[in-house]
DNA sequence: AAGTCGGGGGA
DNA sequence: TCCCCAGACTT
C-alpha cells in the first residue's frame, strides 16, 4: 500500500477498530486521493470527514502532515525515522507502521496488541512506563533475527498485532491456538491470566450540560436564502472537539448559563428534546436541550456573539449542510441535530399534553 | 509520569 | 456495566 493510504489508515485506526474505520476510509480515499489534495482542502471539511471517528486531533495532524510533506518533501513520505516522527501526528508506533507496511523496512512496531503478545511471550514484568524500552528492544530485536521476520517485515508485524487481537486477548488468551504458546514464558509459568496485569482505570466524571438549538423561521415559499438554519458555534482549536461545531451549550457551572444567554437573545423556546447521554472516556454528558426559534430573518442576518460561551466564532448553517459532509460536528452535536429535526412525534410539538414531558432526567436526589 | 482526547462494540 | 481498543501530545 501506497505511503498515503498508510498514514490516512493508521491514523484512523489509532485507538479505533478497524470496521468503524472501512468506511471512513473509503470515503476519504474518494474525497482526497493523495497528499496533495488534502493539503488543499479546508480543515473545516477535513473535520466533516472525521465526524464520529473521536480524537478529532488526528484530522487536524493529519491536515498538517498532508501540508508539510507537500510542502516540506516535495509530496513524497520521507523513509527516515526521524523525518517522519517530525510530521504531525505520526508518533513511534505510525513511524514503525509506515516504513515496514508501506516501505517495506525491518522497522520494529508497537502498539498495545504487540505490548500484550511481548510482554506474555517474554514474562516481562513491570508498570506500563517501565515496559516501553524493553518492549521495543524485543520488538527490534525479533526483526533481526527471526528469519520470516526479516523476510518480510510488514507481515510480520501484521501477524504480531493479529495475534494480539485474536488469540492473545486481553482476558482469557486462547494459548491452545497459539503458535507462540511453545515459547512463551507466560503460558510456562501459569501466568497467562495476570501478564500483562490490569490497569485501573480513573473513573469518569459527571458533566451536565444544556444546549440549545436554534431554528431560523421556515422558509416563506420565496426561497428566502436565511431560512431554514440552525444556529452553530466553533469550538475553540484546543481541548475536547476541537474546532468542531455545535449548537451552542453550556456545562453547569459555566459562568454563562445557556438559560440566561437565550433569554438575553430572545430566542423562543419551542420544545424540549428528549434527554440524552453522551458518554466519553473520561467523562459522561448528561444532556438537556431545547429547540428555540429565532424571533425573524433579521436576527438571522444580524450577527451572533457566542463568545460568551467560549465559542469562536458563529454561523447560520443551512440544515441540510449541517447534516452533511460540509460542517465539521462532534457526535453529540449530531445528534442534537437529529433529534431537533424529528418531526417532535413524542413531544407533539410543545402543544401536547403534559404526558408528553415524561422524558426527563432522573433527579439527582 | 500523568492527564487529555471520542466513540463504539463486545463480554 | 464495564472494559478495551492498530496512540499521540501536552503539562
Given amino acids: 500500500m501506497d505511503g498515503y493510504s498508510v498514514v490516512v489508515s493508521e491514523l484512523m485506526l489509532q485507538q479505533t477498530r478497524v470496521d468503524t474505520v472501512l468506511d471512513y476510509f473509503k470515503r476519504w480515499k474518494a474525497r482526497w486521493p493523495g497528499w496533495p489534495e488534502l493539503a488543499a482542502a479546508e480543515l473545516d471539511e477535513v473535520l466533516a470527514q472525521w465526524t464520529g471517528l473521536g480524537y478529532y486531533n488526528r484530522a487536524r495532524n493529519l491536515h498538517r502532515t498532508a501540508i508539510a510533506v507537500v510542502q516540506q518533501h516535495g509530496g513524497q513520505l520521507p523513509h527516515d525515522?526521524?523525518?517522519l516522527g517530525a510530521l504531525p501526528g505520526l508518533g513511534p508506533y505510525t513511524v514503525g507502521a509506515v516504513r515496514s507496511l508501506a516501505f517495506g523496512l525491518p522497522a520494529a512496531l508497537v502498539d498495545g496488541n504487540v505490548a500484550r503478545v511481548l510482554t506474555r511471550w517474554h514474562a516481562l514484568v513491570g508498570d506500563g512506563g517501565t515496559l516501553i524500552k524493553p518492549l521495543w528492544q524485543k520488538a527490534e530485536l525479533e526483526l533481526e533475527v527471526s528469519g520470516p521476520a526479516r523476510a518480510d517485515p510488514a507481515s510480520w508485524n501484521q501477524a504480531l498485532m493479529e495475534l494480539g487481537a485474536t488469540v492473545?486477548?486481553?482476558?482469557?488468551?486462547?494459548?491452545?491456538?497459539?503458535?507462540?504458546?511453545?515459547?512463551?514464558?507466560?503460558?510456562?509459568?501459569?501466568?497467562?491470566?495476570?501478564?500483562?496485569?490490569?490497569?485501573q482505570r480513573a473513573a469518569s466524571a459527571e458533566v451536565q450540560a444544556h444546549y440549545a438549538v436554534v431554528l431560523s423561521p421556515a422558509s416563506s415559499g420565496l426561497g428566502d436564502p436565511l431560512a431554514d438554519r440552525v444556529l452553530l458555534g466553533q469550538r475553540p482549536p484546543t481541548g475536547r472537539w476541537a474546532g468542531l461545531w455545535e449548537p451552542p451549550g453550556a456545562e453547569q457551572g459555566d459562568p454563562q448559563t445557556l438559560q440566561q444567554w437565550a433569554k438575553a437573545q430572545g430566542w423562543q423556546p419551542l420544545r424540549d428534546l428528549p434527554a440524552l447521554q453522551h458518554v466519553l472516556t473520561h467523562r459522561k454528558y448528561a444532556v438537556t436541550?431545547?429547540?428555540?426559534?429565532?424571533?425573524?430573518?433579521?436576527?438571522?442576518?444580524?450577527?451572533?456573539d457566542l463568545q460568551p460561551l467560549g465559542y469562536v466564532a458563529a454561523r447560520w448553517q443551512p440544515l441540510g449542510q449541517a447534516l452533511g459532509a460540509v460542517t465539521g460536528l462532534s457526535r453529540l452535536g449530531q445528534r442534537l441535530l437529529e433529534a431537533a429535526l424529528q418531526p417532535a412525534a413524542e413531544d407533539g410539538q410543545g402543544s401536547g399534553p403534559a404526558t408528553t414531558k415524561r422524558r426527563r432526567p432522573p433527579s439527582p436526589a
Avoid at 491452545?176 to 496485569?197: E, K, N, Y
Avoid at 436541550?289 to 451572533?304: I, P
Wanted: charged share 10%; proline share 10%.
Fill in 168 to 199: 492473545c486477548s486481553p482476558r482469557k488468551p486462547q494459548c491452545a491456538a497459539c503458535p507462540v504458546a511453545q515459547h512463551c514464558l507466560a503460558l510456562a509459568q501459569g501466568l497467562q491470566d495476570s501478564i500483562p496485569p490490569v490497569k
Fill in 81 to 83: 525515522a526521524a523525518q
Fill in 289 to 304: 436541550a431545547g429547540v428555540y426559534a429565532a424571533a425573524d430573518l433579521g436576527t438571522v442576518s444580524a450577527e451572533v
